[in-house]
């Protein structure tokens, strides 16, 4: 991969001044020199994902600027060194350089490996199958939501496997319902695309649900898919999109960050769902209107995040602090575990029938007993720490060595396999479609999830084949009329529906 000009002079900007607020903030030089290697290397994974328009490249830069970036920006303004609230911060910057290294030498290899055009899913969608597509995303995600929801609230607990399971994935994906129908109206050219009363509609409903759901990114990610897909279309200059964007960011510290903190202890996740209901209204509008409970609730948590309380709903941009911990736990009690959480993820992608005694949850609970962030009555509780402190959990720095650049290799390797290198374009196409459904399911995981749960979300295909064939009920339904061409959907998806119909 040959860098450009101005990718080369953005490089040495952003690494050289990480470098020297680091040190002028009083970091140690040691570890000063291995964050921004670290910063080195995700830029440089970035580029060699295909920049920030395409999937690879965009993931890298939420790895990097979750872990590290915005850590290291917000630390030196403050002028505040990046190791003060770090337990163990050299081993910590070593997982973090050599981290990193792995992520760009993956994403480089791997982008050079051929694979076969046969097993890509759906190309193209006609105007109608892309009407229908929306109607099928909508109804199922939110349906499996439901569904799921009512059955933890009778059982009082998860479930993985059978229906339940089924569901679980489904509603996961209830905040990207806005997106098919939003790339519908674009390319009908509506003139109100952004403003129709079915996309505003879904919005509020979206975050109302969001709110409901009582997670701070189940709540604020309806409006960042909204937003997203403004820019996509209008580019990263529109001014009324960016004054959305900071009423966003305002929306979101002030009321959604205390609100989920304080839900989530206290009825928004217990009982029936009427008693859910009944708290999390009554929690919403206590955040709402009282700065001093807001206040209050705020600092109870501040103590637990890399930033102090005036940066704490911030804190999940600075996951080097939560890595941080289980890597000096870790160390402490030499607690390598070896092999237990590489396998854990390949458990939880059998089926139940075929393992009834497979895990429930991934594996952050397990290693938060051993960074002692969990009570030993706890066994749902999923802490974040990422893919490379858990590497160095099972096998210290030769693990974070090998195991980042081959996981990531065969991560990205297998989304390659089946939806190619999805891109952002202006045409609001497919590949747009499918970059956004990416985004939707790992913009997330991909910095916080184990490598169980990573593992375990590979499964995504099979997501996709179950929605192609909603939309062809859908369709059916609706047009009546002969199913599209065969290019429209993935090829294992038609020969399943052929035979059902």
């Not at 994974?45 to 999937?55: K, M, V, Y």
């Not at 993931?59 to 920006?73: E, H």
Request: charged fraction near 15%; include cysteine.
């Amino acid at each position: 991969m040959v860098l450009t000009r101005s990718q080369v002079v953005l490089t040495i900007i952003l690494t050289a001044s990480s470098l020297a607020g680091q040190i002028v903030a009083g970091t140690n030089g040691k570890v000063a020199v291995l964050f921004s290697c670290a910063i080195l290397f995700g830029i440089l994974s970035i580029f060699a994902g295909g920049g920030l328009a395409s999937i690879f490249g965009f993931l890298n830069a939420v790895l990097i600027g979750k872990f590290l970036l915005v850590a290291v920006a917000l630390k030196s303004i403050m002028g505040e060194p990046t190791d003060g609230p770090l337990r163990s911060p050299s081993t910590t910057g070593w997982v973090m350089a050599v981290g990193f290294f792995g992520v760009w030498l993956a994403t480089a290899l791997q982008s050079q490996l051929r694979t076969p055009d046969s097993l890509l899913l759906g190309k193209t969608f006609s105007t109608q199958m892309l009407f229908c597509f929306s109607i099928a995303m909508v109804v199922t995600t939110y349906g499996g939501y439901l569904l799921s929801l009512s059955q933890d609230a009778q059982a009082d607990s998860a479930q993985t496997g059978g229906l339940v399971g089924i569901a679980h994935i489904m509603g996961s994906l209830k905040s990207l319902s806005i997106v098919p129908p939003m790339l519908y109206f674009w390319r009908t050219k509506s003139r109100l695309w952004m403003t129709h009363p079915v996309i505003l509609l879904l919005l509020g409903w979206s975050a109302t649900v969001g709110v409901f759901a009582t997670g701070k990114q189940d709540a604020i990610e309806p409006l960042v898919f909204y937003v997203l897909v403004g820019f996509i279309r209008y580019g990263w200059r529109n001014t009324r999109l960016w004054s959305l964007v900071a009423l966003g960011l305002v929306y979101y510290a002030v009321i959604i960050f205390p609100y989920s903190q304080y839900i989530r202890h206290n009825g928004g996740r217990a009982g029936s769902i009427q008693d859910r209901i009944t708290a999390t209204k009554e929690a919403f509008l206590r955040i709402a209107t009282s700065g001093d409970f807001r206040s209050e609730e705020e600092n109870k948590e501040s103590k637990a995040y890399y930033f102090d309380a005036s940066l704490s709903a911030f804190s999940r941009l600075a996951m080097v602090g939560e890595a941080d911990r289980l890597i000096y736990a870790t160390e402490q009690q030499k607690a390598f575990t070896g092999w237990e959480t590489i396998t854990w993820g390949f458990k939880l992608l059998m089926p139940s029938f075929l393992y009834p005694n497979k895990p429930i949850h991934e594996a952050a609970n397990y290693l938060s007993h051993i960074a002692g962030e969990s009570n030993i009555r706890d066994t749902t509780t999923q802490v974040s720490y990422g893919v490379m402190a858990n590497f160095f959990n099972a096998f210290g720095l030769l693990g974070v060595a090998v195991g980042t650049p081959l996981f990531f290799g065969a991560f990205y390797y297998w989304i390659r396999i089946f939806l190619g290198n999805p891109r952002l374009d202006q045409a609001g196409g497919m590949s747009t479609l499918w970059f956004l459904w990416l985004v939707g399911i790992y913009q997330h995981r991909i910095v916080e999830s184990t490598i169980s749960g990573l593992t375990a979300s590979i499964s995504f295909p099979a997501v996709i084949i179950l929605m192609l064939l909603a939309t062809r009920v859908v369709y059916m339904l609706i047009v009546r009329t002969e199913v599209p061409d065969y290019e429209d959907f993935y090829a294992p998806g038609a020969a399943i529906w052929q035979r059902v119909h």
